[in-house]
């Protein structure tokens, strides 16, 4: 039973240049999430979706950052462009409908390294 | 500013010992709280979980205790074990305004069982 997909799982790029970072969901989950961590601020959420539809998007640091749910069983977040702070892993994760407290499942992150 | 503190960021145990990780929340709205366990280069892993009108959750080894009047719970690990070595994250469950339910975090503890 697969489980969150993240591709890659690291990017090192130049300053300047754009990252795409792509996600598949466990299917039949309805909600997913963007989550940064660093070391300073730990797991910040960046935006999160339901039903294919971006809920709360507070957490996208600045315009430079955006983040797209086509369908049910795909995601990308996309820096453009990349600066060396946004260097983080970026881990996806995603809920089933019927979770009572909203247990989340996450992928094994995209480690970005930006030059 | 934080709604859930893990202020503690290491932990070091015996093996065979106890282990106490604590989180603290400020905000009384809460409903349910997680525990996360998170290994080097994977994602976050769902432990345990307590609804706020409970007060004790058990499952193996691991116990969650919540106090509600100090705004405080706590993850047990008994008996420690060198697997258990890795990064814990607290989770505190809410709805939203937009009647959404996500996930607020903490920073997260890094505990180190030794042989």
């Known amino acids: 039973d697969a489980g969150v997909i993240q591709s890659p799982r690291h990017e090192v790029t130049e300053m300047g240049q754009e990252v795409t970072l792509r996600c598949k969901p466990i299917s039949g989950h309805n909600s997913l999430f963007w989550y940064r961590q660093t070391m300073m601020r730990g797991l910040e959420l960046l935006i999160y979706?339901?039903?294919?539809?971006?809920?709360?998007d507070s957490g996208m640091p600045e315009d430079r950052f955006s983040a797209k749910m086509p369908n049910a069983s795909f995601s990308t977040l996309k820096i453009q462009p990349s600066e060396p702070r946004d260097s983080a892993v970026y881990f996806c994760a995603s809920s089933p409908r019927d979770s009572l407290y909203n247990e989340q499942f996450f992928g094994p992150g995209t480690r970005l390294t930006v030059l | 500013d934080q709604q859930v503190k893990q202020n503690s960021p290491s932990l070091s145990v015996q093996e065979g010992r106890i282990s106490i990780l604590n989180c603290d929340y400020t905000n009384s709205m809460f409903d349910y709280f997680l525990w996360y366990k998170k290994y080097p280069a994977e994602g976050p892993t769902f432990l345990i979980s307590i609804s706020s009108i409970k007060d004790k959750n058990e499952d193996g080894r691991f116990t969650v205790f919540l106090n509600k009047s100090a705004k405080h719970l706590s993850l047990h690990i008994v008996p420690s074990q060198p697997g258990d070595s890795a990064v814990y994250f607290c989770?505190?469950?809410?709805?939203?305004?937009?009647?959404?339910?996500?996930?607020?975090w903490g920073l997260g503890t890094s505990l180190a069982v030794n042989p």
């Open positions: 989770a505190a469950s809410i709805i939203n305004a937009g009647n959404n339910r996500k996930l607020i």
């Open positions: 979706f339901n039903n294919n539809v971006p809920i709360d």
